[in-house]
T-cell receptor, first 115, second 110 residues
Framework: EPEVTQTPSHQVTQMGQEVILRCVPI?????FYWYRQILGQKVEFLVS????????KSEIFDDQFSVERPDGSNFTLKIRSTKLEDSAMYFC?????????????FGQGTRLTVV | GEDVEQSLFLSVREGDSSVINCTYT??????LYWYKQEPGAGLQLLTY?????DMKQDQRLTVLLNKKDKHLSLRIADTQTGDSAIYFC??????????FGQGTELSVKP
């Protein structure tokens, strides 16, 4: 069964460092998403990506964040200068369409710890 | 604004029914979803319900939707230890993004 894979499963980084979280979406999917969950809080939408550009982003997704699809298979989330409050589980998702009845498939998440 | 709320914990005995509740705010949501997260795994779509339905049944799962009260519930019949997980309620917000609750941790005791 096709699945979304994320690497690494856990990353520890020092405050101020740049991190890149990687995701391989399902191969024929067209829409890509990043969500995050701070421990004990809700899963929050960060950004959606379609046709090589951001289609929507939340208030959380400020200038420290960027996404790209460098090679047509990977979908990455970069945090330029990490802060303690960026510590969270980051989920990548992909879907074939954007319609409300389209299933979004999620990866297993990357736990980011900023120290 | 769009918001989804769930209780945080539920503990049941194996064989009992589990009912996980959720409230949401966006009355224009056309679909509402239940996702399951097992330890170390991603979010898996369990089931969804269209907003013009009151109930949807899928094997051991029953989803009830009270659109007037903006209340959604997931009932798991004959709960098994393998059902232990975190269950997330979600609605589809504007632009297609999912708005999640904080998840309900279901613990099933043998």
């Amino acid at each position: 069964e096709p699945e979304v894979t994320q690497t690494p499963s856990h990353q520890v980084t020092q405050m101020g460092q740049e991190v890149i979280l990687r995701c391989v979406p399902i191969s024929n999917h067209l829409y890509f998403y990043w969500y995050r969950q701070i421990l004990g809080q809700k899963v929050e939408f960060l950004v959606s990506f379609y046709n090589n550009e951001i289609s929507e982003k939340s208030e959380i997704f400020d200038d420290q964040f960027s996404v790209e699809r460098p090679d047509g298979s990977n979908f990455t989330l970069k945090i330029r200068s990490t802060k303690l409050e960026d510590s969270a589980m980051y989920f990548c998702a992909s879907s074939l369409y954007q319609g409300a009845n389209t299933e979004a498939f999620f990866g297993q998440g990357t736990r980011l710890t900023v120290v | 604004g769009e918001d989804v709320e769930q209780s945080l914990f539920l503990s049941v005995r194996e064989g009992d029914s589990s009912v996980i509740n959720c409230t949401y705010t966006d009355s224009s949501s056309t679909y509402l979803y239940w996702y399951k997260q097992e330890p170390g795994a991603g979010l898996q779509l369990l089931t969804y319900i269209f907003s013009n339905m009151d109930m949807k049944q899928d094997q051991r799962l029953t989803v009830l939707l009270n659109k007037k009260d903006k209340h959604l519930s997931l009932r798991i019949a004959d709960t098994q230890t393998g059902d232990s997980a975190i269950y997330f309620c979600a609605e589809r917000g504007q632009g297609g993004k999912l708005i999640f609750g904080q998840g309900t941790e279901l613990s099933v005791k043998p």
